[in-house]
């Protein structure tokens, strides 16, 4: 078919599975089965589908008045979730990985990019906000990265982002996953201030987890490494952790519904992961 003005003044090409590409990739710390390995929990996890509460809560709170770009956006699960959520808006996957590019078209996401975010038309697509869901973790100089990401945003953007927390909880899954650290809120507090970035908003969820995963994961670990052995974590453990009884299920929701009503007018102090929303002067 003929190249389109878009493509030309890009230099992105529409691809036989209908995904934008440039012809030049980088490696990123995540590992190359990790999309395949994240697309085979998603669905029915409680874990991916609290996080996706707390991204449309916050994003119900902080609005974005344009169009949103989801970066290092996986296999689509968050890009398909808000889509649905915000039909008036377009929401955009922007992923290095190609298998994760493959993964959301499979998912129904209409605008995949296979590129880093600096080949994509931020102005062009009118992006006022982006998401950043468990992505910086995977990145070893995450000052560059996020300041780099802002300058091409307009003043006023929001920036949505979720992350582990606690260096104390760190396990061999950190490991596995390619993760540089685990946060906590004062470390964002001082990654906006040195990005030139306004702190907006910070809490941390999934408050019952850090106990389960202290006994569960970090202590072991850190057992483990004291008498030299290595602890591996395999994807039928992850898929068991990731689709709890349903007695824990019904828990979790209503802790979930309880964390998601404090997230609309406050926050919380004590949690598993971060979420952070950050603004661009």
Not at 126 to 134: E, W, Y
Not at 174 to 187: C, I, K, Q, T, V
Not at 210 to 237: C, E, Q, Y
Not at 246 to 257: C, E, G, Q, R, Y
Request: glycine share 6%; aromatic share 14%.
């Amino acid at each position: 078919m003929p190249v389109s003005e878009e493509v030309k003044n890009t230099g992105l090409v529409l691809d036989k599975n209908n995904i934008w590409r440039a012809s030049h990739a980088e490696k990123m710390s995540y590992p190359e089965e990790g999309n395949n390995y994240c697309f085979a929990v998603e669905d029915n996890s409680f874990w991916f589908k609290h996080r996706n509460d707390v991204i449309y809560t916050l994003t119900q709170r902080f609005r974005f008045t344009q169009n949103f770009a989801d970066v290092g956006g996986g296999n689509g699960f968050q890009v398909k979730f808000l889509a649905e959520k915000y039909p008036d808006k377009d929401i955009f996957l922007i992923e290095p990985g190609y298998a994760g590019c493959l993964n959301a078209k499979k998912r129904g996401v209409k605008e995949a990019y296979n590129i880093f975010f600096q080949e994509f038309p931020f102005d062009e697509k009118k992006i006022d906000a982006v998401g950043l869901f468990d992505v910086i973790e995977h990145i070893e100089d995450d000052k560059a990265f996020l300041a780099s990401l802002a300058q091409y945003l307009p003043s006023g953007s929001h920036i949505f982002i979720t992350v582990p927390a606690h260096q104390w909880l760190w396990s061999e899954v950190d490991d596995e996953s390619g993760h540089y650290r685990r946060y906590n809120l004062a470390m964002f507090e001082k990654l906006a201030k040195d990005c030139n970035l306004e702190f907006t908003y910070g809490s941390y969820i999934f408050s019952y987890l850090p106990p389960i995963m202290g006994i569960l994961r970090a202590i072991p670990f850190r057992i483990s490494k004291l008498f030299g052995k290595t602890r591996k974590n395999t994807l039928d453990a992850e898929l068991d952790n990731h689709t709890p009884s349903k007695l824990a299920t019904v828990i979790f929701d209503k802790i979930h519904n309880w964390e998601l009503s404090r997230l609309r007018k406050s926050k919380m102090s004590f949690g598993a992961s971060c979420a952070v929303v950050l603004k661009t002067k």
